[in-house]
Every structure is written in structure tokens, then in C-alpha cells.
């Protein structure tokens, strides 16, 4: 059986899709890529069950990657990536119940600000007055951290002691 040149189309671009964005090497920045990839099918054939499945697919991949990001208090990737899944399946069943727990760890968790790591002087030069020994001026260097934007008082540390 011949399969007509429109089918043959779709097949060769799905094809195409699933060898550039292998289902399980998808990651939040390719994900809107493939999903871009498969609507660009859609286009041609709005109701085309292979790619639709295939979509259907990559939201539930992108879904299974939220989870790790919301416990580990990545919230910002984490609402990027619910983005991403809003886009690509919009009706998702874990769709509205990873918004409210990233809601929830929002209302939970204190303000942070994103520190970028480097290298900076530490100490107070040798002519300053009270100066103790210790506190030669000296290069210090650390990683990305990321800082509580304002005091944490107690309840707030217990609050979040709990979550951990």
C-alpha cells in the first residue's frame, strides 16, 4: 500500500522532530525547541494523532521535571519551566497542582536575592585604628549563593527548619 505524499510528509517530519528531541534528552531549554518542532506539524494538520501523542509526550517530560526544582527551592526555574508547560500543554493534569505548590513554597519561603560568586578584599589595612592582627587584608572567593533579602526572624527560620 502506497502511502500518499502529504502522509509521507507528516511521517518524515515527525521523524525529524523525535530524532532532534529524543523524548527522555529533553530538558527545559529545548523543550519549547520541540515543542515549536511539532507544532509546525500541527500546522499542516491540526488534528495529526502521531503529534499530538508526541506533544502530549513532551508536556508530560517537562511536568516530570518541575517536582526536583520546587524541592529544591529553585523557584524562579521552577516558574520558567511551569511557563514552558503552560505553553506546550496547557491542560495538563499536573498543571494546576505544581502552580499552587509553587505558590505555596513562595508564601513559605522567604525573598532571596541571587549572589554571584567571585573573588573580594577582606580585612582592614594596617593603619586602622582598633585593628586587631587577624584582620590583614586578604582575598577571599566563594561560589553563587543566594541571600534572605531581609532578617529571618525566628518563626520564619522554624517555619522553613520544617519544610527541610
Known amino acids: 500500500m502506497k502511502v500518499p505524499r ?3 510528509q507528516l511521517a518524515e517530519r515527525i521523524q525529524d ?11 527545559l531549554a529545548t ?7 511539532y507544532s509546525d506539524i500541527l500546522a499542516l494538520e491540526a488534528g495529526h494523532a502521531a503529534t499530538l501523542a508526541a506533544i502530549q ?3 508530560d517530560r517537562v ?3 518541575i517536582p526536583p526544582l520546587l524541592e529544591g527551592y529553585r523557584l524562579k526555574e521552577a516558574e520558567a519551566a511551569l511557563t514552558n508547560l503552560q505553553r506546550i500543554s496547557p491542560e ?3 498543571l494546576a497542582a505544581l502552580q499552587e505548590d509553587l505558590q505555596g513554597r513562595r508564601e513559605r519561603f522567604p525573598v532571596m536575592l541571587d549572589i554571584p560568586g567571585g573573588c573580594f578584599q577582606m580585612g582592614s589595612p594596617s593603619a586602622e585604628a582598633g ?5 590583614r587584608p586578604h582575598e577571599v572567593g566563594g561560589g553563587d549563593v543566594q541571600l534572605g533579602r531581609f532578617e529571618v526572624r525566628e518563626i520564619v527560620r522554624i517555619r522553613i527548619g520544617a519544610i527541610h
Do not use: I, M, N, W
Open 6 to 8: 502529504h502522509g509521507q
Open 31 to 37: 523543550s519549547l525547541d520541540a515543542y515549536t518542532c
Open 57 to 59: 509526550s513532551l508536556g
Open 92 to 94: 495538563h493534569p499536573k
Open 131 to 135: 585593628r586587631e592582627q587577624d584582620e
Open 17 to 27: 522532530c523525535a530524532a532532534r528531541f529524543p523524548a527522555a534528552a529533553v530538558t
Open 63 to 65: 511536568a516530570g521535571l
